[in-house]
Each structure stands twice: as C-alpha cells, then as structure tokens.
C-alpha cells in the first residue's frame, strides 16, 4: 500500500508542471545560409482550462501567434525559399505545441484550422 502511495505522489510530481498550466514551445527559425536557430519560449495559460472548447480556442490563438513570432526569421530576409521554411516551422512547432498540451479540445481546434 506504502509503494503505491508514493508511486501516485511521484506520478502526480512528474505531471504537475503539464497541469499547472503552460508549455515549452521549441522552434528551428530557418536562416538564410540554410542553418536553423534554436528558440525557445514557455506559453502560460494558467488563466484558460484548456479541456474547455471556448478556451482551447483561446489557447490555440495564443499558441499560434508565439509559434509565428519564434518561426519569423528576421536574419533570412523574405525570400521565397526563407518564406517556404518559416512556413513549415510554424507548422511543425504548432503541431508539437498542441500535442503536448494534449488536450482533446484543443486537437479539435487545430484540426479544424489546418483545413
């Protein structure tokens, strides 16, 4: 009995910072020389539930406007070729945001904007 307490106590340690209301957002901003630069920022929403549909929208929005940021590439300039890789960073980080906040309502709100 002892063992599966502190097996849920450590379980419930490990998931506390998803639950607490924010997410790591990675991105590999494209570069005019072909290299890619890491940025890194943390998107709190601590003030949105994103199991509910109105503020899964909400945290999609704010998702996707911090992956935009992070993606442009200021160094690139706005070559066709940069523009074609800054789109497919804003696709690809948008898409790991969401799965890992891995919210249900919040995958439904991605789904439906991709189309």
């Known amino acids: 009995m002892t063992r599966n307490l502190f097996a849920a106590a450590a379980f419930a340690a490990l998931i506390a910072p998803a639950v607490a209301g ?4 990675d991105a590999m901003t494209p570069t005019l020389s072909g290299d890619a630069i890491l940025k890194r920022t943390v998107v709190k929403f601590d003030d949105l ?7 899964a929208a909400t945290l999609y929005e704010r998702l996707s406007h911090t ?3 992070l993606c ?10 940069v523009a074609d890789k800054v789109e497919k960073c804003q696709s ?4 790991q945001a969401v799965s890992d906040v891995g919210s249900e309502p919040l995958k439904t709100v991605a ?4 189309k």
């Open 22 to 25: 924010s997410v790591t957002v």
């Open 49 to 55: 539930n994103p199991a509910d549909a109105k503020d």
């Open 67 to 69: 992956v935009a940021a």
């Open 72 to 81: 442009t590439s200021n160094l690139a300039g706005k070559t066709a070729l």
């Open 92 to 95: 690809r980080t948008l898409k």
């Open 111 to 114: 789904a439906a904007a991709a």
